[in-house]
């Protein structure tokens, strides 16, 4: 299980580096190709292989969208302007 766990922590450092040290759900989804590509790299036939991301980074030169923090607080304030998103619980 541990090396399940290090594995993972190492995946997401190598996303860290594509995305530009951001490593969100918006960031995975406006990156799917390059979250997929990334992947195919790392693991061949369920095994992991290499998370090594100066090296990957030889083999995929795309880069990821870099997300900017000020669009991202602007979504958030504008949602439940939007949607009208009601609080469930009572007050107090």
């Known amino acids: 299980a541990a ?3 290090q594995f993972l922590y190492a ?3 190598v996303f860290k580096s594509y995305f530009g040290g951001g490593f969100e759900e918006d960031a995975v ?3 799917f190709p390059l979250v997929y590509e990334l992947l195919d ?16 980074k ?7 969208q870099l ?3 000020a669009s991202f ?9 939007v949607t009208g998103a009601v609080s469930w619980r009572r007050g107090g």
Do not use: H, K, W
């Open 73 to 81: 607080r602007v979504a958030t304030s504008i949602a439940p302007q």
């Open 3 to 5: 090396m399940v766990f």
């Open 29 to 31: 989804r406006d990156n």
């Open 58 to 64: 030889t083999f995929i030169m795309q880069q990821g």
């Open 41 to 56: 790299e790392v693991i061949d036939f369920g095994y992991p292989q290499n998370c090594s991301a100066d090296l990957l």
């Open 11 to 13: 995946l997401v450092e």
């Open 67 to 69: 997300m900017d923090p």
